[in-house]
């Protein structure tokens, strides 16, 4: 072997080892950044309309017992909880509604039976043996309209809170006598009463008790995604302390066009939309205060009547 060959062979030598010193010093994995990014999986957090859990419950639509029996067996009222298609009865049994031989109020409000909505219990004491339930009640709602409520009742409050862009989550919406809440991106309530009721209606619902209300729910968009409004077609008000005198309410004045707890005096000056009141129901309104319902009848009416005198 010449120099120059032996040369050549040490030089591959040296190349060789030093590649094989290199392979066997590297770690056999890298550690990637974007796999490691992909396992830390940041925590889960609820969607802004997740069901939780509320307590709003014991709220009762109730009916007066029409058939023609003895007392304690007839002669009472038909209460049902709603949004619930069984009422737990004072004997133990699950009907569709139960009767009791009467409302304890408690101290509550006296409202119109037809037009409320009662929070409270069933319990047994309709007699000496208990045989028969009754309605004790905790709280008082009354209706604005004269409207038959829907299937479906909601309690709707304002949270408070307002945001940049829409639609923005801002009310809270439970459905009585189950679990169910969410947030909804707005209430609308005009058409569902008249403007009288509607004042009341916004002071309540960023109020504690909120407003009860059935209607429908809508989808709305904008900037900030999607979600749904309600639109009330029928709502409750509750009725404080303040209505409890509850004398009841009388048509006078000279033309029987006021409505009042007691007889009035007023200019006898004939006028043609007193005609309107003659048909038009007397009674508590949801402020607690007497007044004429304000149907679409009355409404109507009045705006044919003052249309003539124009």
Partial sequence: MNKLTYLRA???AAILGCLCFVAFSTPTSISNPLSEQKKAVPPKTPARDETTTTDESN???VRRDLRRCASPMCG???VKLVNQAQTRCANGSNMAECYVVRIDWNGQPEVEVEQALLRGSITSGGNKNGKYGVLSVTESW???GKDNPGDTFYRVRD???RCIAAPCLSYSQAKLNTAVNRTI????LESAAASDDLKSAYTALSGPDGVIANGKHIPVSGPAGKAESFQATQFFLR???KAASQKPCVKTGCGGQICAEEQVFSTCIYRSEYDCYKKAACERQANGECGFTKTAELTSCLKQKGKRMG
């Fill in 10 to 12: 040490c030089l591959v």
């Fill in 59 to 61: 709220y009762f639509t």
């Fill in 76 to 78: 009472g009222y038909f």
């Fill in 142 to 144: 009354q209706r604005t």
């Fill in 159 to 161: 949270l408070g809170l």
């Fill in 185 to 188: 991106a707005g209430v609308e």
């Fill in 239 to 241: 009725v404080t302390g």
